[in-house]
């Protein structure tokens, strides 16, 4: 159940594009297209933002976007607004468990 | 609206109980299965254990195997999380969530959480 890796920090500048990778095990991300990724704003709990590798749930604004290759998958936002900026996890389905990724915290200067 | 309300947290000496427990409203209870999820102060988040929508499985950490019970009252739309042994490294924000379908680490719905210390 080791964590997957997650870059501590990313930052953008409004209206670029960035992108947070999570890297994971043949045994997590690897095996199956159940990588989901929560924004988390000071204080507040967790939001689903992609789940299924790439599926935005509803509410959720097309900027964001998931995608994965092997072992690792990704969450691009574009556009980058001020209201982005929080800390932003990736977690995935490992058989019999659930594992996050450490977490990366997004600034948007 | 989905509203997952948690309760029971506290400050705890180390080796003591506390029940958690999560309220569910808004969607059929009985028919999803529910998470907890942790977060230490100032740490990323940790998945701590799971129970299908009518309790037939649990899945646990290994940080918390042994020591947590996860547990649901559909009758009383409830999730519960029983800490035994606790430990100053359990101190923790802990969540409830919701799983958008069977058990696949998808938590589509969050409570706003209750705080475990535990400290002498």
């Not at chain 1, 924004?39 to 964001?64: C, D, T």
């Not at chain 2, 929508?53 to 646990?60: F, I, P």
């Not at chain 2, 042994?66 to 100053?88: E, P």
């Amino acid at each position: 159940q080791s964590a997957l890796t997650q870059p501590a920090s990313v930052s953008g500048s409004p209206g670029q594009s960035i992108t947070i990778s999570c890297t994971g095990t043949s045994s997590d991300v690897g095996s199956y297209n159940l990588v989901s990724w929560y924004q988390q704003h000071p204080g507040k709990a967790p939001k689903l933002m992609i789940y299924e590798v790439s599926k935005r749930p509803s509410g959720v604004s097309n900027r964001f976007s998931g995608s994965k290759s092997g072992n690792t998958a990704s969450l691009t936002i574009s556009g980058l607004q001020a209201e982005d900026e929080a800390d932003y996890y990736c977690c995935s389905y490992a058989g019999s468990d659930v594992v996050f990724g450490g977490g990366t915290k997004l600034t948007v200067l | 609206q989905v509203q997952l309300v948690e309760s029971g947290g506290g400050v705890v000496q180390p080796g003591g109980s506390l029940r958690l427990s999560c309220a569910a409203s808004g969607f059929t209870f009985s028919s999803y299965g529910m998470h907890w999820v942790r977060q230490a102060p100032g740490k990323g988040l940790e998945w701590v254990a799971f129970i299908r929508y009518d309790g037939s499985n649990k899945y646990y950490a290994d940080s918390v195997k042994g020591r947590f019970t996860i547990s649901r009252d559909n009758s009383k739309n409830t999730l519960y999380l029983q800490m035994n042994s606790l430990r100053a490294e359990d101190t923790a924000v802990y969540y409830c969530a919701k799983d958008l379908r069977g058990f696949r680490g998808i938590m589509d719905y969050w409570g706003q959480g209750t705080l475990v210390t535990v400290s002498s």
